[in-house]
């Protein structure tokens, strides 16, 4: 299995609303990865776990709280969003991220708007 | 510090005809380059990856890149483009090492339209 699922596909949530996004992989990766992609721009690093453990924070506001469950489960907590959150959020694994040759799988994506 | 350079924005071909992408990187030592590919609202697919040895890399889809270290590039290349291939088209190095942290770099991307 080299896919990478996210939840939902689409979120439509309000300024002072919770909600989560999910992101599960079965490839055994090591890394995952949040990434953040406005229209028409490349994807934005947001947050890298390596073996279950936060090891990147793109300097993110705490509004988004990243939770690693287990290997294989990837949450993003969202939390009193701006309109200008809205956006691609993109969930991506790898075997290590510290291994230059490890490439990247990438889930669909959850698309997010905010109002 | 590393970058990656897509110069083109938006590429125009009529299908059967030739593609290339040009990709210019700026990094120290050997990079590992990718090729990414996204469908509109999707996430990003793999097409090809070089980290070492034969500079003519092949992928999937019909597509192939060509390592150049003397010009830093690693343009993306298929012979016969077809509709299907239209798509933004990313180019990346990773994971290289600023202030300590590792971090995968895309470059702005290349749209590709497909004119019947």
């Known amino acids: 299995d080299t896919e990478v699922t996210q939840t939902p596909k689409h979120l439509v949530m309000g300024m002072t609303n919770k909600k989560s996004l999910k992101c599960e992989q079965h490839?055994?990766?090591?890394?995952m990865y949040w990434y953040k992609q406005k229209a028409k721009k490349p994807p934005e690093l947001m947050f890298v776990?390596?073996?279950?453990?936060?090891?990147i924070n793109e300097s993110v506001p705490s509004r988004f709280s990243p939770e690693c469950p287990n290997s294989s489960l990837l949450n993003l907590h969202l939390h009193a969003l701006q309109p200008e959150d809205s956006a691609l959020y993109l969930c991506?694994?790898?075997?290590?991220?510290?291994?230059?040759?490890?490439?990247?799988?990438f889930g669909p994506g959850t698309r997010l708007t905010v109002l | 510090a590393q970058s990656v350079t897509q110069p083109d924005i938006h590429i125009t071909v009529s299908e059967g005809a030739s593609l290339e992408l040009r990709c210019n990187y700026s990094?120290?030592?050997?990079?590992?380059l990718f090729w990414y590919v996204q469908s509109p609202g999707q996430g990003l697919q793999l097409l090809l990856k070089y980290f070492s040895g034969d500079t003519l890399v092949q992928g999937i889809k019909g597509f192939e890149a060509e390592f150049k270290r003397s010009q830093s590039s690693f343009n993306l290349r298929k012979p016969s483009v077809h509709w299907s291939d239209a798509a933004e088209y990313f180019c990346a190095v990773g994971p290289t090492i600023t202030s300590g942290t590792y971090k995968y770099i895309f470059g702005t991307g290349t749209r590709l339209k497909v004119l019947a």
């Open positions: 776990y390596s073996y279950e453990k936060l090891s």
């Open positions: 490839m055994g990766h090591r890394a």
């Open positions: 991506a694994s790898s075997q290590d991220w510290r291994e230059g040759g490890n490439e990247q799988f």
């Open positions: 990094y120290g030592a050997t990079p590992y």
